[in-house]
């Protein structure tokens, strides 16, 4: 299993109902702006979308605030992820991160240079104490640029959650777009941030060389909907993606799922409430678990930790029996079986998550 | 405009409707066993897709009676097109035939040879009269293949709505075979012809060179909730098309209609009722009007004809007036702007197109 998210092979194949916390889909559920307008798709199955979308790329453009032509739309953020890549011949990939970077760069011949994030103590204020984190290289990425013809990076990171530091990225924005090189921001969590100053969508139309790759997939609560787009003013870029891409590969529901959730603020505010206040609890709790070494400092919705005496595989299966499906992360670049990922999710069933944890305690001491 | 269905230029986008005679969809609307389990994929919505999509797979050996590991899903057969084309270096086009396989053989770098189909007069006893038809040059094709790693044709093909003689196809299937080249065979139309016996699906299993698309758009009136399958037995080749997908490619509300289209015997035989009813009449009404100079026999749900005294450009504009979209057929390779395409939809509507055809016919006259 390379990702999180299957409910399926011990869950609902088998009539077992799982608590999902291996996939980062906000807690919230699928806005209800979405749910009482679905008539609108069912009205739309029987013809062809739009082959242009003129609709969807107005509501991006008002969502994001840029003009429509910087939109590339995809059939979830794993279309637009795979098709930037396969318009590079190298590429430097910022690891551990989603592990479709390094899928589709080898799909497509692409060769791949890696910067380590680097392991350092955060002092960030809000959260009381001390956190270990794992935050990006920016010197090393700098230097490895030099070979490649761009980079590929999460912010906020996946599987850990660090987010980029603007005023030390400046440099390797400014040489980007000096060298003709890209930078493929992927920003599928960047709402849970919880502030619209973490993106990079502001700086898209000053700086040709950015690239930010976003979803409706993780904030709004769609995975099944399947809808990612790219964000660029490079349009020599988009042509070569758009060409690359096949008519209709946008479904209705997602179309109307466009139309109504970027819009909905009530629901982007309850979100942003909600994740402002369960991560340092939920931060704080994981770090009382006595086989928690470490709990990375996180801006999105998941954290990752560092175990102590038990291995990610042993821990899985344990949480398994308990009903929890948690994520594995030994298959990200540069973890191995130390290393696990919780979802962040609603009070009642991070509680459960922790009650589950701390009941493992003995039998984990004990061996 | 490259394709059929745009009713938005011209129709939504302006708060127009207009009745669309351009893409090819069956007029009994999505079968009632998706609506009424919709909820379904509702309730699916905040997890991701299987990733390996067991149910689907299920779904389609039941419908299709061959084992599972046959198919690859596509996000529509438009992907599924793309991706069997991208696998082969040269291939052999029959046209005119949907635009999208030189598109994406040009896109690959598939350099490619054409054969074209041939009028000739077919008595089908069934029409009661004799009728132009398209068909394919079997010769021709055999010949052409000597140079190429495979062919593609439509079965139906499209625009015209010919079907594939078993008897006279032998051998091409044969030196396939032998010589390790691939017929990729569309049938998107298939369940159109009204007869399970014009598909290739059951030699599939015998004959490794055969590759055939299928799609839930067309018959199950679907095209917003993309939808389409490959089936073969060479694993090899469909190990390629995988390797080249993303993942979760198919969304929630696709997955649920597999799960309950497939299996509703109703819609299906109520489909195949109209069809067969409303060809034979659309055809005689199409062949009474005086600038139509050829109507082709189809077995599809469409019928190309061949204009005369008025342009399709004209004609389209015309029909346009009236709140028609039809199908100009001039970027099939092979038609030019005498030719048009028209679905056959409801008894109802069928009468109107051709009623508002009848009342153009004094301004063609007079140019």
Chains 1, 2 share one sequence.
Request: proline share 3%; with cysteine.
């Amino acid at each position: 299993m390379i990702h999180g998210g299957d409910v399926y092979t011990n869950g609902i194949l088998k009539g077992r109902e799982l608590t999902d916390f291996s996939s980062n889909i906000n807690p919230l559920g699928v806005p209800k702006s979405f749910i009482e307008n679905i008539g609108e798709a069912v009205d739309a199955l029987t013809r062809y979308p739009d082959i242009q979308y003129r609709n969807v790329l107005k509501n991006l453009g008002e969502y994001i605030g840029c003009p429509q032509e910087y939109f590339v739309l995809g059939n979830g953020a794993a279309e637009i992820i795979d098709l930037v890549i396969a318009c590079h011949k190298s590429l430097l990939i910022v690891v551990p991160s989603f592990v479709e970077y390094e899928i589709d760069a080898k799909k497509w011949n692409c060769s791949i240079e890696y910067s380590y994030l680097k392991e350092n103590i955060s002092e960030d204020a809000t959260l009381k104490h001390e956190h270990c984190e794992l935050s990006y290289n920016y010197k090393d990425i700098l230097n490895k640029l030099l070979n490649v013809e761009g980079v590929i990076l999460g912010n906020p990171n996946n599987p850990n959650g660090n987010i980029i530091d603007k005023s030390e990225f400046q440099k390797i924005l400014e040489y980007c777009e000096s060298n003709n090189k890209v930078i493929i921001i992927d920003e599928a969590f960047i709402e849970f941030t919880g502030d619209k100053q973490h993106s990079f969508e502001s700086l898209v139309k000053y700086y040709k060389c950015l690239f930010i790759i976003r979803a409706l997939t993780k904030f709004f609560a769609v995975p099944g909907i399947r809808f990612g787009y790219g964000i660029s003013s490079n349009a020599c870029l988009l042509k070569k993606i758009r060409e690359k891409q096949n008519p209709w590969n946008i479904n209705c529901f997602a179309e109307v799922a466009a139309r109504y959730v970027l819009k909905d603020e009530l629901y982007i505010e309850k979100s942003k409430t909600w994740i402002r206040k369960e991560r340092p609890i939920f931060l704080k709790n994981l770090n009382n678990i006595s086989f928690i070494e470490k709990v990375f400092l996180t801006y999105g919705n998941y954290v990752l930790c560092k175990l102590s005496g038990i291995t990610s595989e042993r821990l899985y299966k344990l949480c398994l029996d308990k009903g929890f499906v948690i994520r594995k992360a030994d298959n990200f670049r540069g973890l191995d079986k130390q290393y696990v990922r919780f979802a962040i999710k609603d009070k009642d069933r991070n509680e459960k998550l922790i009650g589950c944890l701390k009941n493992l305690e003995p039998r984990v001491k004990t061996g």
